[in-house]
């Protein structure tokens, strides 16, 4: 029986979090038209966020309406809207001395439901279904509706279960303008469902 990552997982270093994450698999069981779905695939990269350490993050300035999941319990779904446009699914994740913190999804190597990815994302390359957040979520059928759902529970209709850890490299964070020099991005080299490239690591497609 698969089981799903202890909520003790998530009660560490964020970037720690973060980098063995990758290697572990998310699941999103859904209703697609008359019948239910799994869906799941290998995380292949992650990104870590804190707190009063890091201005990148959403919990910097304090605890809101949005932000609150990262201030609560780990092992908690936090999906947020962003540029108006997609979702981005996280975990809460943090050390028992820290308010808050949270693990960015950035890429997934889908491994089961792809043909129901395939539709919700209304296109047939597999490398692209999941490989960045908003591609992901779209693959995944994730909304803000699974936002504060317990990923611990493997009855939960979204969590992440164990697996064997893959390799992860470090790297800056993407997409951001703050807190730049932190190395809390995570991934997969040799995964070729990442969303970008890493500058002097050689790309190695499966």
Known sequence: MTACLPSSFYGRKTEDVARDLVGMVLAHTLRVGSKMHRLAGVIVETEAYGHADDE????????????AVMFGPV?????????GNHFCVNVSARPPDAAAGAVLIRGIEPVEGIDVMKKLRGIGDVRLLASGPGRLTQAFGITCVQNGTDMTDCGSELCIEKDAMREAVATPRVGITRATEKNWRFVDPSSPCISRRIAGVSWQVK
């Open 56 to 67: 990148a993050s959403h919990a910097y300035r304090g605890v809101t309406r949005r932000n």
């Open 75 to 83: 092992g908690r779904a936090y999906v947020y809207f962003t540029y």
